[in-house]
Each structure stands twice: as structure tokens, then as C-alpha cells.
């Protein structure tokens, strides 16, 4: 993996020539936390991503963005290329928005996102928790109908708390919504 081609790739989205997915895969899944955010910057920017050989799949995108979130939640890094704890959170929130849009809450994927944001709230310590609610959970329920795709936090005595949370911020944000004039 050539490090240095992929910061120049991040730096310069006008260098031109095709961006090796192996390369992309092994920076992001590093342990440099400075290149995966480099790398993630490559993989979600259009420009860029037309130009990895041989093409991501979302599938396989996915499977690079839900460990990188995971890592940058847990760990809160401070850099210049890397996600913060909240914007971790945010771009997850992003993801999972995506994946409503397109399918409704049908898909596998949203269900993994799911399943995925359960398992870091029940692990997390406080921190994590409020960036779980905070950064993804409170705008999920902004959308009208994904609340429903979480009624089963509201019967479990641990993602209760959340579920509640998230709903009453969401709630609020529409009643305090002022009109576009």
C-alpha cells in the first residue's frame, strides 16, 4: 500500500489516475487512524470513488464504513483526516438515512445498521451512548416512519432510556421548527 499516494489522492481530487481498492481497504482497516480518515474522505467523495479499481460494491462500502465509525466512536481520535466521535456519529446517521431512503427499512443493511448502533449503545460507556442518541438516533426519528423501525427499543429496559430520548428531541425539533419565510 503506497500511504503517500493515498494522502496526495485525499489532498487533490484533481490527480488524475485509478485508485487501487486494495490499497483503499488495507489504509482504512489500518492501524493509522490519519490514513483510514484519509481514506474514508476518498471512498465517500464521488469524484474519487468512480476512480477505485475494481469498483466498490455497496456492500463492501458498507463493510468499510460500519468498522470505521465503530473505531472513531469508540476512540473519539483528535486529527486533521480523522472522524471525531460526533461525526463518526453523524455520517453513520447519514448512512442509515440513505438506506431508509432507498429501501424503507427493508433492507438487510438497514437492519445491520441497527443491529450495529444496539450493540455500541449496550457496550458504551456514557460518552458512547450520548453520541449513539445524540448524533444518530435523535435524527433518525426526524424522519417520518423510522421511529416505528425502533419500537422494539421501547420494550427493553436498556435501549428504553434512548428510544425515549430520542423521541422527545426529535419531538421537539418539529415543534420548535420555525417557518421558512
Known sequence: MD???????AMDEQREGSIPKVDLIEGISGDDPELAGAVYDIITTDRLKKRIEPPLADEELENLLMPYFERCILTDPKG????????????????????WD??????????RWKKWMERLYRAGDEAIKRAI????????????????????????SELKTAYEEAQLWADTQSKNAQPAR
Not at 432507498?102 to 437492519?111: E, I, L, P, T, V
Not at 435523535?138 to 422494539?152: N, P, S, T, V, Y
Open 80 to 99: 486533521e483526516w480523522t472522524l471525531t466521535r460526533y461525526s463518526a456519529a453523524w455520517e453513520a446517521q447519514g448512512c442509515m438515512l440513505k438506506g
Open 3 to 9: 500511504r503517500d499516494f493515498l494522502f496526495a489522492i
Open 133 to 156: 442518541v445524540d448524533g444518530i438516533l435523535e435524527h433518525l426519528f426526524e424522519k417520518k416512519g423510522l421511529r416505528q423501525f425502533f419500537a422494539d427499543w421501547k420494550a427493553d
Open 102 to 111: 432507498n429501501d424503507g427499512g427493508s433492507s438487510k443493511s438497514f437492519a
